[in-house]
């Protein structure tokens, strides 16, 4: 579809520039034009072709258009154990309930559990999630029979999956559609022999490719892998030649100044998820010290069973909220930089390069946030409205490759929100009695 979105107040996410009145169109899956109206003749002297007819004009009437939230770490199947397990520590929360649970899923009613989280992605002003989760597969169905951008990373661990699965999903689902990609990955050290680790390894080198896990997320994690190996998760993953050709850890709570300091030298995301990490104790991740050391920072939700909603609005807030009381520092981590890692970071983490800001030629991948609610009034500085009072109610449009998949409180996607509720709980019912 042609659409023309005008009237707008229009946040790109570019570097250096504020937030401008203005207008997009979009052609297809893509971005044409971006800007102020005051060079439209000139843009169609220069270009006939430019001239389109539309098959929709939107008056965002002062709205805000944005990037869409990148989610950067989440487990979308774990909806059904939203509230099931909560209030116990990791290793309990994750052996006892989580896992067992795990064991009776199939990749049918992980492709159902997915849909879930989507509908909540969607109006949430979520375009993109960094999935890891058990069925690559039938995630990827999922996502593509609701429209959504997916970006699925490897879960290999010594009760699933095998390096051969994460070669065979890389060379296949990254060829599947332009809605799915596939990345290299495992689920983390302490569940993944060394043999395993480096299998993984190997395949990075193979493909010259990104690798990403979970990295630090307690510190009894950190301690195990110093037991085992002398050295921390990070600089142990270094060791063996994991982070060669770049990628990230999801958590990174528990580093060390050389644990930054390798990360900073491999180019790795830090992935920070700090409404989970509160929940289960795991700790605060150094923000601060990340972004001193030029290490770039990316949010995720994690999954619905830890978090246990996928709303980008609270990490935001979470992330320099918890980042001051950490520094004892109220100009830590300022909520422009927060906005960026919720966008355009968590877009390159993902290999998303073509999704980190609103600009020609851009996917058409983005929002729009309503600025007439009480929570955004009086609009002293949008960004830090967003970061420091927005929520989910805000959200009134989300556009996925081009296309409306969510507007004014409806889902325009495959399946009606009462058909996805319905199967889930009839999931609910065989599985968690």
């Known amino acids: 579809m042609n659409i023309r979105l005008y009237n707008a107040k229009i946040l790109s996410m570019k570097e250096g520039q504020d937030v401008f009145e203005g207008e997009i169109w979009i052609k297809n899956d893509r971005i044409l034009y971006v800007g102020d109206g005051s060079d439209i003749d000139q843009i169609y002297q220069k270009s006939p ?6 098959d929709r004009e939107i008056d965002c009437k002062g709205n805000l258009l944005m990037p869409g939230f990148k989610n950067a770490h989440t487990h979308s199947g774990m909806t059904l154990m939203r509230s099931y397990a909560d209030d116990l520590p990791l290793d309990q929360w994750l052996n006892q309930m989580i896992f067992p649970v795990e064991a009776k899923m199939s990749g049918e009613d992980i492709y159902h ?3 879930l989280a989507i509908l909540e992605y969607l109006t949430s002003g979520i375009t993109a999630v960094f999935d890891m989760y058990l069925t690559p597969e039938s995630i990827a169905d999922a996502f593509d029979d609701m429209g959504m951008r997916c970006v699925q990373v490897g879960g290999v661990n010594d009760f699933s999956q095998s390096p051969e699965m994460v070669e065979e999903m890389y060379l296949k689902l990254n060829k599947k559609s332009p809605l799915q990609s596939y990345v290299l990955g495992f689920h983390a050290e302490y569940t993944c022999q060394r043999k395993l680790l480096e299998q993984i390894a190997a395949l990075s080198h193979k493909y010259e490719a990104p690798v990403f896990m979970h990295l ?11 037991e085992r190996y002398g050295m921390s998760p990070v600089a142990f993953l270094d060791s063996i030649g994991m982070f060669d050709y770049g990628g990230g850890g999801y958590h990174c ?6 644990d930054i300091e390798i990360m900073k030298k491999r180019g790795l995301f830090a992935v920070t998820n700090p409404a989970s990490n509160l929940k289960l104790a795991s700790g605060i991740a150094p923000v601060s010290r990340f972004l001193e050391r030029g290490v770039r920072v990316a949010i995720g939700t994690d999954g619905p069973a830890s978090n246990n909603c996928l709303d980008m609005f609270r990490e935001m807030f979470l992330v320099t909220g918890l980042a001051k009381v950490r520094q004892k520092d109220a100009q830590a981590v300022d909520a422009f930089e927060v906005l960026k890692m919720a966008t355009t970071n968590g877009a390159l983490a993902m290999g998303l390069e073509e999704a980190d800001s609103l600009a020609p030629g ?25 970061v420091y009072s927005g929520s989910k109610q805000n959200v ?35 599985i968690i009695k």
């Open 396 to 430: 009134i449009m989300t556009m996925i490759n081009g296309k409306i998949l969510y507007e004014n409180g409806t889902c325009y996607v495959s399946d009606s929100p009462e058909s996805i509720y319905r199967n889930a709980e009839q999931i609910r019912q065989r």
């Open 216 to 226: 630090a997320e307690t510190e009894g994690e950190v301690a195990g892998c110093r």
């Open 253 to 258: 709570v528990h580093v060390t100044e050389e």
């Open 362 to 386: 851009k996917l058409a991948d983005l929002i729009m946030i309503d600025l007439r609610q009480p929570n955004m009034q009086p609009v002293h500085n949008i960004p830090k409205n967003i």
């Open 49 to 54: 072709d430019a001239c389109i007819i539309w």
């Open 113 to 115: 559990l997915s849909k």
